[in-house]
């Protein structure tokens, strides 16, 4: 990619747009599901999606490099982390890293305490320039700039082949658990930064806190002071009752 390549935050318009139309597909969806059926599919669904493709492939491995593998389960982590539509890998991990960077400061661009609360659940985050050579790493991989060049391409794909299988499948199959994975990522953004929501287990140069509330609504991604101190490892929950299921299955299924 050219080396001044410039990213529009988290490719911008198309993922906002993405994301207002996964939400629009579920709540129309939802007025036209009779059979509990597809709920508990969707849910079974979104456990897989939240904790393989959010918060192992894109957020854990993609953005921090917390663990290695082997190069088939590599390959595996990095196309299934389109599920999450969170964007590609290049626009959301250039994002992600770009906080930690700046984390809670006026340069911080997630930060709820500058753009308010809202804006941040939301994604609305004011468009800025981030320097590729905070993700040289995945610039140079193969995998990851097929899925940048051809992600909506993909996304398009998946959906419509869900569509023509059955339309409510597209509901509870891809939309549901991409609106649920974006909401928890939303979660992460704005609850573990205001220091009454949580505690301090160790400093950290931000407000970041370890937030029970918080790792319930993102699957175990809440234990937020702890990863803002050491983001290179994979394990986040350290007390007994910090449950990280995402650590386990890295433990039990990724690591070499």
């Known amino acids: 990619m050219n080396k001044n390549y410039r990213f529009s935050v988290s490719n911008s318009t198309k993922i906002q747009f993405l994301t207002l139309f996964n939400h629009l597909v579920l709540l129309t969806g939802m007025f036209y599901t009779h059979s509990w059926s597809y709920l508990i599919i969707g849910i079974i669904i979104y456990v897989f999606v939240g904790l393989f493709s959010a918060n192992i492939a894109m957020h854990r491995y993609l953005s921090h490099g917390s663990f290695s593998t082997t190069s088939g389960k590599d390959k595996f982590l990095k196309w299934i982390s389109i599920l999450a539509c969170f964007g590609s890998p290049v626009s959301w991990c250039a994002l992600h890293r770009h906080h930690h960077k700046h984390s809670d400061t006026e340069n911080d661009i997630q930060n709820p305490k500058v753009i308010g609360a809202l804006k941040s659940w939301a994604s609305l ?5 981030i320097s590729p050579k905070l993700i040289s790493d995945l610039l140079k991989d193969k995998d990851i700039k097929i899925i940048h060049k051809y992600y ?9 082949f869900w569509f023509v299988v059955d339309p409510l499948l597209l509901v509870w199959v891809f939309c549901f658990p991409a609106v649920l994975c974006f909401h928890g990522a939303a979660t992460i953004g704005v609850i573990p930064h205001y220091k009454w929501t949580g505690y301090r287990v160790v400093e950290s140069n931000d407000d970041s806190v370890n937030s029970p509330l918080a790792s319930l609504l993102s699957l175990g991604e809440g234990w937020h002071n702890y990863h803002h101190h ?27």
């Open 125 to 129: 985050y004011p468009r800025t320039k």
């Open 152 to 160: 909506f391409k993909i996304i398009a794909a998946l959906m419509l």
């Open 230 to 256: 050491n983001s290179r490892d994979y394990r986040h929950g350290h007390e007994w009752w910090e449950i990280d299921p995402s650590a386990w299955i890295i433990e039990k299924v990724f690591l070499k």
